[in-house]
């Protein structure tokens, strides 16, 4: 079975400064793995996604993530983070021929300071 | 369109009774999925469906819990009767047969006491 790990239950960062969020997952074969966002009281919306083929994949407000095989890894990141990026975020793997079955990881809280 | 619509947004009841949440998906989405967010457990997938079928219902939590979609653009999920560890986030989200991105509705936080 499938499963994610977020080791960051909260980060905080200020204004502008870069950003890192890790994600680790276990998948027996080829990932599909999702980076989500959630706004207080809000749904979760898709920042970015990997199936195959460049291991650097852009999202969107600036975000990317880069795939790492070999360290089983999906880290997130932001070169400048902005207030309005203060959320929740989610890493999900999926699995399935049409990855319907996302498994997420348990979020990581982005507090950004002024 | 609209986006994936739930309701209620917010819903209380008493131990015992009967919830009943609801779900629009985005027209044309083949895919409607259940979660669950609690603080403990984190989000996790109750049952999907793939054209009105359901295709996995592994995650859901006990006989308590029963999903329908009798068509393509309404679901529900029911709790039967309701208990005090049922209060949580209910989420539903809707994909298209083609691509993988699922479409999150807003939720329906839902208190049980």
């Known amino acids: 079975a499938q499963s994610v790990t977020q080791p960051d239950i909260h980060i905080t960062v200020s204004e502008g400064a870069s950003l890192e969020l890790r994600c680790n997952y276990s998948?027996?074969?080829?990932?599909?793995l999702f980076w989500y966002v959630q706004s207080p009281g809000q749904g979760l919306q898709l920042l970015l996604k990997?199936?195959?083929?460049?291991?650097l994949v852009q999202g969107i407000k600036g975000f990317e993530a880069e795939f790492k095989r070999s360290q089983s890894s999906f880290n997130l990141r932001k070169p400048s983070v902005h207030w309005s990026d203060a959320a929740e975020y989610f890493c999900a793997v999926g699995a399935g021929g049409t990855a319907s079955k996302l498994t997420f990881g348990t979020g990581t809280r982005l507090q950004v300071t002024l | 369109d609209a986006g994936v619509i739930q309701s209620p947004r917010h819903e209380v009841t008493e131990m015992g009774q009967e919830v009943t949440l609801r779900c629009k998906p985005i027209?044309?989405?083949?895919?409607l999925f259940w979660y669950r967010q609690t603080m403990m457990r984190g989000l996790e997938l109750l049952i999907y469906f793939n054209n009105n079928v359901p295709i996995d219902d592994s995650g859901m939590p006990e006989d308590r819990f029963s999903a329908k979609m009798p068509n393509a653009s309404f679901s529900t999920l029911k709790i039967q009767p309701s208990e005090p560890r049922d209060s949580a986030v209910y989420f539903c989200?809707?994909?298209?047969?083609?691509?993988?991105?699922?479409?999150f509705g807003q939720g329906t936080r839902l208190t049980v006491v």
């Open positions: 027209s044309g989405h083949d895919y």
């Open positions: 998948y027996g074969a080829t990932p599909y």
């Open positions: 990997y199936f195959s083929g460049d291991t």
């Open positions: 989200a809707s994909r298209p047969r083609e691509g993988t991105e699922a479409f």
